[in-house]
């Protein structure tokens, strides 16, 4: 009761709520890309703290502030469960963002702009920062050939790629209806310009990759293109059988030298994938940095956890599909293709579309009376 009086007379506070959590997730991160990838230190405790408690405080808030039903507390705990089983906490922000929003009635273009500008001021603030000797590259100095690659204050080369995919999410979200020739050149522009500063070939191919994948989401009718409605369906587990096939098949010096040693990497790692957690996963990083969401997932978190994040994915996909919401495809597409050089699947300062697809589903479409979202229309 008072929780409902409260978002009455300020009805804006359930926005202001969720972006002040945003703003702390995003915070972290970049903390982390200073911090620990950049100075190879830790978080200052004084700093730290204060984003712990803010991230816990404005995730209960969130949580007082849904109207909960029985579906929804199922899920939620779902979702705690979730966060035992992979002990990440992350896992219970994702789920109560994405059920906050659903019950609030908060648009998918509030949260996608919100990651984009807060995004954009952090990017552009470690550049700045970079720019006038604040903030020096990373302790390690990295080369390309004779070249030396410029990463921006984020400790790695392959980062401000990484780093600027809500940038480009964004950007598309905000331009897809009206995405024209100078939309392309644009963010063809900006692409060419970080690669030529990083040499960061796999971020550059990545997106390349995804900006192609764009024009063909433009140019197809989903709903009409039996091969393109199975393809984009099934995009989550083809990246995935991808990742294997390339750590088993592709395992060659041709293509090591192309995706710096990554073949070489997963093909290490999946022979230790459990049905469950697995407790030695970060003994096994200290020795092999990993560059792959899934055969990360695969690894750290079990075949079982790893499957239902698929199914989940796959779910989304195809709901936008058969709303011919191929914006929301385009958006998802870009982070599940990314997530094939990079481990940034589960990075919630990052990547929203997680959040979309929990967003999306409600126990009671599912136990109630209405059509399977896998049923066509």
Not at 247 to 262: G, P
Request: hydrophobic content about 50%; glycine content about 4%; overall charge positive.
């Amino acid at each position: 009761m008072i929780i409902d009086n409260i978002k009455n007379k300020y009805p804006k506070i359930v926005y202001l709520l969720l972006s002040s959590l945003i703003f702390v997730l995003i915070a972290k991160s970049y903390l982390f890309f200073v911090y620990v990838v950049n100075l190879k230190g830790g978080i200052p405790n004084n700093i730290n703290f204060v984003f712990v408690w803010a991230f816990r405080i404005f995730l209960l808030s969130l949580i007082l502030f849904i109207k909960w039903d029985l579906y929804d507390a199922v899920f939620l705990i779902i979702g705690i469960i979730v966060t035992l089983l992979t002990k990440n906490s992350l896992f219970l922000a994702f789920f109560v963002m994405g059920i906050y929003c659903r019950k609030n009635n908060i648009s998918n273009e509030y949260l996608v702009k919100n990651y984009l500008f807060m995004t954009a001021i952090f990017f552009l603030g470690m550049i700045l920062l970079n720019l006038f000797k604040i903030l020096p590259n990373g302790v390690n100095v990295h080369y390309r050939g004779d070249s030396i690659r410029n990463d921006f204050g984020f400790g790695n080369p392959n980062t401000p790629f990484l780093a600027s995919l809500p940038l480009y999410a964004g950007y598309l979200y905000l331009r897809f209806d009206k995405y024209d020739i100078y939309d392309r050149l644009l963010l063809l522009t900006v692409s060419f310009i970080i690669y030529f500063q990083t040499y960061s070939r796999t971020g550059l191919m990545t997106i390349l990759t995804i900006l192609l994948f764009i024009e063909i989401v433009k140019r197809v009718d989903i709903r009409k293109n039996k091969i393109i409605t199975l393809l984009l369906t099934s995009l989550p587990i083809i990246i995935t059988g991808l990742s294997f096939f390339t750590a088993k098949f592709l395992n060659t010096y041709f293509f090591n030298e192309i995706l710096s040693h990554r073949p070489e990497t997963w093909d290490i790692y999946i022979r230790h994938i459990n049905f469950f957690r697995n407790q030695y996963y970060y003994t096994l990083l200290e020795t092999y940095p990993l560059d792959n969401s899934y055969i990360f997932s695969f690894v750290l978190y079990g075949i079982l956890f790893t499957t239902l994040l698929l199914i989940l994915y796959t779910y989304y996909m195809r709901k936008n599909i058969l709303e011919n919401n191929a914006k929301m495809i385009a958006i998802c597409s870009i982070f599940l293709i990314y997530s094939f050089g990079e481990n940034i699947l589960f990075n919630i300062g990052l990547n929203f579309t997680l959040i979309l697809a929990i967003s999306s589903i409600s126990l009671r479409d599912f136990f109630g009376p209405k059509k399977s979202i896998f049923q066509k229309r």
